[in-house]
Nanobody, 124 residues
Framework: VQLQASGGGLVQAGGSLRLSCAAS????????MGWFRQAPGKEREFVAA????????YYTDSVKGRFTISRDNAKNTMYLQMNDLKPEDTAVYYC??????????????????WGQGTQVTVSS
């Protein structure tokens, strides 16, 4: 499984960005796909997750109502639509895939595959 994140950039507070994660997933398997972020000097934190088959979604409280996670199974691509961005959203954003689903979707230790990260910078 390979993951390629893209779509980051510099945006003013209140603006929007859409991140994409192109994934080479094994056909016929289910995954939990997630977005995590890591700000300078901070630990990596969970942002959102989605089940590849059913499309169930999960969000951390700080992004609820502003971010939307989705996926296009035909394109093997996951998205994170980020609206009303705030300076505290500034971080490197990583996409990840969990093939075993033995841990909670917000637990980074449960994810087996990681993309390279894309920088999101929100100016005030």
């Amino acid at each position: 499984v390979q993951l390629q994140a893209s779509g980051g950039g510099l945006v003013q507070a209140g603006g929007s960005l859409r991140l994409s994660c192109a994934a080479s997933l094994r056909t016929g398997r289910n995954y939990v796909m997630g977005w995590f972020r890591q700000a300078p000097g901070k630990e990596r934190e969970f942002v959102a997750a989605i089940t590849w088959r059913g499309g169930s979604t999960y969000y951390t409280d700080s992004v609820k109502g502003r971010f939307t996670i989705s996926r296009d199974n035909a394109k093997n691509t996951m998205y994170l639509q980020m609206n009303d961005l705030k300076p505290e959203d500034t971080a490197v954003y990583y996409c990840a895939a969990d093939a075993t689903m033995k841990r909670s979707s917000n637990d980074a230790a449960g994810y087996d595959y990681w993309g390279q990260g894309t920088q999101v910078t929100v100016s005030s």
